[in-house]
């Protein structure tokens, strides 16, 4: 009986530990599987309180936020550099390279349930009437969320 309780003690302390958050890397890429000027991944789910690095494994891209849910942090990352951000607030983050926005060098983050997908899909509308080229992309990694 001593064992069991013990046991059980134990098994209670291993569900207190909260779960810990991971770190997520996102590549800046001059061409990768999903075309040219693209973030890889360019759709990512996380959970809140993960970290994502967005890693400048080619030269001369950057990443910013572009529309980030109600309360979530937004970020700006400076050319060629590596930049991490904390996704707290749940909800789809959108964002982009400055200098290949217009090439469709844009990625989607979904952190836990999507409540803004709509205000994100608004947003995306009128990012994607500027693109010259990809022109479906930003569309193809919002269809990834649920
Ligand atoms: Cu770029």
């Known amino acids: 009986m001593r064992r069991l309780i013990s046991g059980l003690i134990t098994l209670a302390a291993v569900s207190a530990v909260p779960v810990q958050a991971a770190d997520h890397t996102v590549e800046m890429l001059n061409t990768g599987d999903e075309g040219t ?76 349930e999507p409540g803004n997908l709509d205000a994100a899909k608004n947003k995306a509308e009128e990012i994607a009437a500027s693109f010259a080229a990809n022109k479906d992309r930003l569309d193809g990694y919002l269809s990834q969320v649920e």
């Open 37 to 112: 000027m693209v973030f890889s991944p360019g759709y990512l789910e996380v959970a809140p309180g993960d970290t994502v690095t967005f890693k400048p494994t080619d030269p001369a891209h950057n990443s910013q936020s572009v529309l980030v849910p109600d309360g979530g942090s937004e970020w700006k990352g400076e050319i060629s550099k590596e930049v991490t951000v904390t996704l707290d607030e749940p909800g789809v983050y959108v964002y982009k390279c400055q200098p290949h926005v217009a090439l469709a060098m844009v990625g989607v983050i979904q952190v836990g």
